[in-house]
């Protein structure tokens, strides 16, 4: 059974590194010992093993040891032979060239299908949906394609801001920037909040944190989303 949190972030104001996270994950992640690491977006554009120190010092707290996938010889191997998978934020065109330059998307998506359980934030999360095309990110790399894993029937857009009361700036909200991108497309699209994550147990996707999501659909009204609600495309 596919058993996934898609989180639109691993860092909330006033928390050190996925500490908001950490009780969901010591029962998601139950009984695993040894956690594989995906550090290909380089949050902050800092080296893999630095990115993965960070991941190792958040899951010491919770008894997993977190192995990058870089120190391995065959990066398939390694995902064939996790016993979970996170993949962490940075740049989502930089993480999507790396996973087709390593030949893993179709790997990683036949492992998570088949019930590893699977941890994105922010710029692993992006990669859950169909496309990575709802990414905020700059590019600054050029991904053989946009097609991501395809894992849940929308895309994301991780870190979604609300327009500022007051505010003066004229340029585009991250509500425009979706709207653009339904007049050539489809897909469903869910603006995720800071704090917020999606539970996905199989084929049902449910939103959990403190906060709302905003579901955009072409040519349609978005939806505000309560937290604790399935979500229903």
């Avoid at 590194?17 to 009984?31: A, C, G, V």
């Avoid at 906060?211 to 604790?228: Q, W």
Wanted: charged letters at 20%.
């Amino acid at each position: 059974m596919k058993k996934m949190i898609i989180a639109s972030t691993s860092t909330i104001h006033g928390s050190a590194y996925l500490e908001y996270l950490l009780p969901t994950l010591t029962t998601f992640f139950k009984n695993i010992k040894t956690l594989l690491f995906i550090p290909y977006a380089r949050a902050g554009g800092i080296s893999y093993d630095a990115y993965t120190a960070i991941a190792q010092k958040a899951f010491k707290k919770i008894d997993i040891n977190v192995q990058g996938i870089h120190e391995y010889k065959n990066a398939s191997e390694a995902i064939f032979n996790a016993e979970g998978i996170f993949t962490g934020g940075g740049n989502t065109f930089e993480l999507v060239h790396q996973i087709y330059k390593n030949d893993i998307l179709i790997d990683l998506k036949k492992v998570i299908e088949n019930g590893t359980p699977y941890l994105g934030t922010s710029a692993g999360s992006n990669i859950c949906g169909a496309t990575m095309m709802n990414t905020n990110d700059m590019p600054i790399v050029y991904p053989p394609s946009f097609k991501t894993l395809g894992c849940i029937p929308f895309n994301i857009n991780a870190h979604y801001l609300d327009p500022i009361e007051g505010s003066t700036h004229m340029g585009e909200t991250r509500e425009t920037r979706i709207k653009e991108f339904h007049v050539f497309n489809e897909t469903p699209v869910l603006g995720l909040r800071e704090g917020s994550w999606l539970s996905v147990k199989n084929d049902t996707i449910v939103l959990q944190g403190k906060y709302t999501a905003r579901l955009f659909l072409k040519d349609k009204k978005p939806i505000e989303l309560e937290s604790g609600v399935e979500v229903l495309v």
